[in-house]
């Protein structure tokens, strides 16, 4: 059974930083596609970062691009979202989701529950 644990959420001052890690079990980070996206209250659920499957290549939404920093450790497996310079609008629930083929879109084959990021002005 796969299961995708995020941590690392809580409220923060704008200009603040916040490091996510996502944990899955039974199923290796290294072997997939690790995604985070992100949903805010209204709106849609949207792409933040990936990291490809063989580590190779990391993307980003230009939204996020420059301040948030997605990495990998495959002896842990854990793949973490490093958030910096964050603003009121990167408030959002933030989900790490798992998928052998998707990189973008949002209809990765595994998510986890989401954690809640909350940035004040």
């Known amino acids: 059974q796969v299961q995708l644990v995020e941590s690392g959420g809580g409220l923060v001052q704008a200009g603040g930083s916040l490091r996510l890690s996502c944990a899955p079990s039974?199923?290796?980070?290294?072997?997939?596609?690790i995604g985070w996206f992100r949903q805010a209250p209204g709106k849609e659920r949207e792409f933040v970062a990936a990291?490809?499957?063989?580590?190779?290549?990391?993307v980003y939404a230009d939204s996020v691009k420059g301040r948030f920093t997605i990495s990998r450790d495959a002896a842990k497996n854990t793949v973490d979202l490093q958030m910096n310079t964050l603003k009121p609008e990167d408030t959002a629930v933030y989900y790490c989701?798992?998928?052998?083929?998707?990189?973008?879109?949002?209809?990765?084959?595994?998510w986890g529950q989401g954690t809640q990021v909350t940035v004040s002005s």
């Open positions: 990291i490809i499957q063989n580590g190779a290549r990391a």
């Open positions: 039974g199923l290796t980070v290294s072997n997939n596609n």
């Open positions: 989701a798992a998928d052998r083929v998707r990189v973008r879109i949002a209809t990765y084959q595994y």
